[in-house]
């Protein structure tokens, strides 16, 4: 505990309690729009109608509730979880499905940790645009933005930058098609619905 404390500050470590005991109050909280509204007095800024399952946050004590902006519309399933290092933004209509998780940092451990030199911390904020969709288990790493309309596959682990309307799934994720290839076989019949009939 002494050496965590050195590392990060009186003036931090106060900050991360404080925050902490927020999150037990947010979690006391058993409807998604009560949560809402203890999230933006905390400031975190929420659109209208948007759904807070069971969300979990981390590293909360660098951004703050300030680093977390949702736009209107949007669902957060359960067991989602957001990393605060840097911010993380969601545009109106996005769906992050259950266990999802957004990290924007990566750090080895201590400043002297022998993998620092190879595997330098690192934090990048990360955006998710209007209308994406995220699926179960999915995870984005720092700097791994997604475009509007968007759709990665569940159990996705994205590195890079996801193009709009750009369909993705894998382990790195690779794109796998667009939104509108998927929307011309739907229209054309070729769904496991018409196959299994």
């Known amino acids: 505990m002494g050496r965590a404390l050195r590392e990060i500050g009186v003036g931090r470590a106060v900050r991360y309690v404080l925050l902490e005991l927020a999150v037990v109050m947010e979690r006391a909280l058993l409807l998604p729009p009560l949560r809402a509204i203890w999230l933006r007095l905390l400031g975190a800024r929420l659109g209208r109608d948007t759904v807070l399952m069971d969300v979990a946050y981390s590293n909360l004590d660098r951004t703050g509730w300030g680093g977390l902006v949702i736009g209107e519309r949007c669902y957060l399933g359960r067991g989602v979880r957001l990393d605060l290092a840097e ?50 288990g999915a995870m984005l790493l720092p700097g791994a933005d997604v475009g509007a309309e968007a759709f990665v596959a569940a159990g996705a682990v994205v590195t890079k930058p996801v193009e709009p309307g750009t369909v993705v799934g894998g382990n790195p994720a690779k794109v796998l098609g667009t939104v509108d290839e998927y929307r011309a076989r739907q229209a054309g019949g070729d769904s496991a619905d018409a196959a299994d009939a």
């Open 87 to 136: 911010s993380v933004t969601l545009g109106d209509d996005v769906t992050l499905a259950d266990r999802v998780f957004v990290l924007t940092h990566m750090n080895v451990g201590y400043r002297d940790h022998p993998l620092q030199t190879a595997f330098p911390s690192q934090k990048r904020p990360i955006t998710i645009g209007r209308g994406a969709f995220i699926g179960a």
